[in-house]
């Protein structure tokens, strides 16, 4: 069992930028994620990475502007969001899965932190 604990959501200006933590207390699988659902839209998936950092995926929205870190001793992977844009003001969820399947069945959810890009 894990339990996924999001952190660092909030308000920021377009090109501004905002870091997310998850802290899971259990490492069941080989990575950890993001998610995040814009409003009134699907859940979409933001970033991924195994815990040695060996593998690493974005979705095509986000490359080049966010970067996913992990911190073993801690069981917490990091979101730094940069160059910010209206358009990334969603909830962002936290997901803990198998690298094979943690784009698009990840086992694990938090419960999301609100961020908000306003223009």
């Known amino acids: 069992q894990a339990h996924l604990t999001e952190s660092g959501g909030g308000l920021v200006h377009a090109g501004g930028s905002l870091r997310l933590s998850c802290q899971t207390s259990?490492?069941?699988?080989?990575?950890m994620g993001w998610f995040r659902q814009p409003p009134g839209q699907e859940r979409e998936f933001v970033a991924a990475?195994?815990?040695?950092?060996?593998?690493?995926y974005y979705g095509d929205p986000v490359k080049g502007r966010f970067t996913i870190s992990i911190d073993n001793g801690k069981n917490t992977v990091y979101l730094q969001m940069s160059t910010l844009k209206p358009e990334d003001t969603a909830v962002y969820f936290c997901?803990?899965?198998?690298?094979?399947?943690?784009?698009?069945?990840?086992?694990?959810w938090g419960q999301g932190t609100q961020v908000t890009v306003s223009s």
């Open positions: 997901v803990h899965a198998p690298i094979v399947q943690v784009r698009t069945r990840p086992t694990y």
């Open positions: 259990g490492r069941v699988f080989s990575s």
């Open positions: 990475t195994t815990w040695d950092a060996e593998t690493t």
